[in-house]
């Protein structure tokens, strides 16, 4: 399984980034999907999930109503639009199968 995250880079509190997931080595349309990150020092962090087919979706408290998650089968590709970004949202974020594989990550930082 490999998953290649692209997207990230700086950003000002406000700003808007949208991130890409390209999947190979697995049958990607039959895969729920999500993103995780890692911000300087703490944990890993959910922040969003989908099902195979594209829906439900499911975002972490911290995120609901300025990011979404969303995919495109036909591309192995898993998307995550972020909007109204804020300075916690700092981190590497990575996309990641349920099971736990996960890709190399691409850094967010957000700073004016």
């Known amino acids: 399984v490999q998953l290649v995250e692209s997207g990230g880079g700086l950003v000002q509190p406000g700003g808007s980034l949208r991130l890409s997931c390209v999947a190979s080595?697995?049958?990607?349309?039959?895969?729920?999907m999500k993103w995780v990150r890692q911000a300087p020092g703490k944990g890993l962090e959910r922040v969003a999930e989908?099902?195979?087919?594209?829906?439900?979706?499911t975002y972490a408290d911290s995120v609901k109503g300025r990011f979404t998650i969303s995919r495109n089968n036909a591309r192995n590709t898993l998307y995550l639009e972020m909007n109204s970004l804020k300075s916690e949202d700092t981190a590497v974020y990575y996309c990641?199968?349920?099971?736990?594989?996960r890709g190399q990550g691409t850094q967010v930082t957000v700073s004016s």
């Open positions: 989908i099902t195979w087919d594209g829906r439900p979706t």
């Open positions: 080595g697995l049958l990607f349309s039959a895969y729920s």
């Open positions: 990641a199968t349920l099971g736990g594989s």
